[in-house]
């Protein structure tokens, strides 16, 4: 399969966050991502949590950085879609661990990457000074490794960990959001945002910087054009898919340890030659 360049892809990814609102789907392994392609997505992200789970690890960087590299190049490699990786933390909490991921980054072939503003062993923000240091180093090393049109996204963790409640929170992942926006990052991550008020007054209030929320699994969200309307430039779909799979998995075990069971299931599978013929084509 003919593969875009990295600097092709890369425009084509950032040019995604310039105008209108796109869904993100992020896969967790080469299938996942394979899927996503064939279903005709513009772009594929990954899932930290995803990749975690699928090697029986709990998220918060405990694969390690070498582990997640590992699964998102191969992804980056073999899919032409452009591929923004899940880097959590950065894999250490200087600015230098940061620009040192997006090197390693662009050298297993994605045009973005995730960088959070929390530090993934106390669950605390990073002070806003390093936390902006941080995200001008990524930035930095992207435009000395020839990339300028990576896409950094600056993820900022308030509102998910609900700091000093609702307002402050969201008053404080508003102010984070436009320090990073201003230091370089091309979309700004604030999970924990579900309704359409909220997310109407995030990206106000980060604007003009492209704001990226994300489906969380027990949340109601509103559609895509709801959230388009709602000035939403980036919807992802985070560990969400792959933890409804292994949901649906869930439920047909649990059904088919009764008694009675029936293999109705097997007829709604992608058949073991449909899933050769996928890998093949994405070899």
Known sequence: MNQPSQAEKAARFAALHREGCFLLPNAWDLPSAALIAEAGFAAVATTSSGIAFAHGLADGENIGADRMLAVVSAIARRV??????????????????????????????????????????????????????????????????????????????????????????????????????????????????????????????????????????????????????????????GGSLMLATYGYTRRLLQDLAKPDAGFGFAAEGITHVDMTKLTQKYA
């Not at 492209?210 to 949340?219: A, D, H, Q």
């Open 80 to 237: 032409p879609l452009p591929v923004s990786g899940d880097l959590e933390a950065g894999y250490g909490s200087g600015p230098e661990a940061v620009a040192a991921s997006v090197r390693a980054a662009i050298g297993a072939g994605l045009v973005g990457c995730n960088i959070e503003d929390s530090d993934p062993k106390t669950r605390k923000l990073f002070d806003l000074d390093l936390a902006v240091a941080r995200i001008k180093a990524g930035v930095a090393a992207a435009e000395q490794a020839g990339l300028p049109d990576f896409v950094l996204n600056a993820r900022t963790d308030p509102v998910l960990f609900n700091v000093g409640g609702p307002e402050a929170a969201f008053d404080e992942a508003a102010r984070r959001a436009k320090a990073y926006h201003a230091a370089g990052a091309r979309s700004v991550f604030v999970p924990g945002l579900f309704d359409a008020d909220g997310i109407r007054r995030m990206a106000a209030a980060v604007a003009p910087a492209p704001l990226n929320v994300m489906v969380s699994t027990g949340r109601p969200m509103p559609s895509l054009e709801e959230l388009r309307r709602a000035g939403l430039r980036r919807l992802t779909l």
